[in-house]
Every structure is written in C-alpha cells, then in structure tokens.
C-alpha cells in the first residue's frame, strides 16, 4: 500500500501493539499486567492483517503477485534475522565463553523448520496464515470459507493437545521430539488463520457494511474499547497466564474472548484518534507502528532489551519493590530510543543505497 493511502488507524493499533510486546518482556512487570497485555496483543497483530487484507482487496491480487509480495515482506525478513540472530548468538556466546554446539545445532534447526527463534515464530505463522486464508478466499465463498475455518480452528486445537502430550510422551525419542516443533509451526499458523479471518470480516462489518468509523463518534469509540479493555483487565486473571508462542492457550473460551475482544477494543481506541493521528504523540506511536515488524525482531535478539535492563540496573542502583516501576519506565524508553536509532539508521543507509 502507498504511503499516502495508508490506514493511520492501523498504523496507531500495531504502534500499541508493539509498545505492549515490549512491555511484556519487562523483567519486573507486574503479573496482573502481564496477564492482560499477554492476552491479547499477538493475536491483535493477526487481526489487524486481517483488516487490512479486507480494506486493500489482496485477496484479488494475482496469485504470483501475491506470493512474491508476502515472500519480500514476510519470507525474507524472517531469513534475514534468522541469520542476524544465529550471527550474533554465537558472538555472545564466544566473549562470554558459553559456546554450545548442541544450543547452535538446536536454534539453526527452529529456523530450518520455521519453528522460528525466539520472537521471529510469528513470521512463518503470518506467513503461512496469509497464504491459506489467501486461497480460501479465492476459492470458496464467505460462508465456506467462515466454516472451514471455524472447523480447522477446532482440529487445530485437539491437535495441539494431543501434539502436548506427544511432546512429553517422546522426550527421550530425538526424532519425535524435533518433529514436535514442527506440529508447533503448523497448528499456530492455522491458528493465526483465525485470527487473519476474524480481522478480516470485522473489517468488512464494522467499516464496509456498518460504516461503523462515520456514524460512531470518536469518544464513544474510545469509551467503548476503554470499557472492553476494563472487562478484559478482570477475565485475563481468572485464565492467567498464556502464550500465543508456545501455544499455551489456558481455558480456549477465555483466551479466544480475551484475545478477539482485547483486539477489538485497542482498533476501536486507534480509530478514534484517526482525526488527531497527526499530534506528534500519536506521529511517534504511528511511526512505532510502522517499523513493528522491526522492532519485534531485533528489540530481544539484537540485545536491545539486554542493553536496556543494564542501564536501567544502573539508574536504579539497588532494584527493590518500590524502585520496580522506575526500573520498568528506564527500560522500556531506553528500548524505544535505541530501536528509534536503529531504525532512522537503517533507512539512512537504504536513501543512500538508492541514490
């Protein structure tokens, strides 16, 4: 999409989204907090991919011309830090002289198999969601497609119980343990489908059929998402703690609630601030928004988040109760700054490579 038909609602949504990404790799973030933000804000993602397939009409796109697109943004962004990971991986490992060969065999294998390392297993589960949603829209209808993917969900979701207790019944069989992974790669992916699905009809309700974003007003809109994160802020305790990454889902009633409606409330929230996206504060949340993808890859694996616990560790000297949320505020803009500076970098470099 060309800049200047971006979404800006979209662009706010995932610059939230990403903000709460960070926020849950915090050292000593509050459980209750963590709850809640880990409810919701990876599926938002999904959602919100979702929306945007609906708003840009890709399911019309020519087959070649779609793949070779999800392939330029997707496929070889995830190679690319794949490697930059497993790059500096070793680096760390050799200046603190902890090198295991076992720990590099392993990780080159997450990649190989699209298990993916640390937070890069969301692009192969993008990747491959965009693809099958892709198709299914192109050759069934919206009621086939809204049922085959209800019914894979479903599947998917026995499987993956049963995919659990493979993983633990054959932990000492190599073979059947690295497979497992791969069974971990495909049932989030269809998982993701749902989530790309759900966006998507969203899309096509509130906005398309609904004009929901004309006829509500923008302080509605925000109340609305405001009262549904308050109702989420209650439900994301009694599920506890999950995990879109390792498919860690709690009661699937209460982590499919709290996801879809934590998603819903956030772009509510986004699109009433669509009239004032260009306040510089919402500028800077836009431009976080934008550089997502960025950001998730490198702000753990490129040792962002470790430079930022280190200098946070030494503003706060001595981290006790009372110096946690100052620990936690260091941290997270520290994190910001340096992503900020990578990024402007990063496209300094690439102007200079078009001149």
Known sequence: MMESKRINYFDIAKGIGIILVVMGHLEYISSPIRF????????????????????????????SSYIKGKL????????GYSVLFLVLEIVFMYLTDTVSWINII?????????????????????????????????????KVTISLVIILTIIMY?????????????????????????????????????????????YIL??????????????????IGICILALIGWTS???????????????????????????????????????????????????????????????????IMYISLLFAMFITKNINESKKLLFCTVTLITVFILETILILCVKQIKTLKNR
Not at 108 to 137: D, H, K, Q
Not at 206 to 223: G, I, R
């Open 237 to 303: 305790q009694i599920n506890g703690i999950v995990d879109f990454h390792f498919l860690m889902l709690g009661n699937p009633f209460l982590f499919l609630f709290n996801s879809v409606a934590g998603s819903i409330a956030v772009i509510f929230i986004s699109m009433s601030f669509e009239g004032i996206s260009e306040i510089k504060v919402f500028k800077l949340i836009r431009f976080y928004g934008k550089n997502s993808l960025t950001i998730m890859a490198t702000h753990m694996d490129c040792y």
């Open 206 to 223: 509130l906005v398309k059929q609904l004009d929901f974003t004309s006829k509500v007003k923008p302080v509605l809109m925000a109340l």
């Open 72 to 79: 330029k943004r997707i496929a070889v962004p995830y190679i």
């Open 36 to 63: 809640f933000i880990v409810s919701f804000h990876m599926p938002m993602f999904f959602v919100i991919s979702g929306m945007l397939m609906a708003a840009t009409g890709e399911e019309n796109k020519p087959v």
């Open 106 to 142: 392993q990780n080159t294998y997450y990649t190989i198999c699209l298990y993916g390392n640390s937070v890069l297993w969301f692009l192969p589960a993008m990747f491959f969601a965009c693809l099958m949603f892709y198709f299914l829209r192109r050759k069934t209808n919206h």
């Open 158 to 202: 026995g499987l993956n119980k049963l995919n659990g207790l493979m993983g633990m019944s054959f932990s000492d069989n190599m073979f059947m343990s690295e497979l497992f992974f791969f069974f971990v790669m495909v049932i989030r992916s269809f998982f993701a489908m749902f989530y790309l699905a759900t966006g998507y009809y969203l």
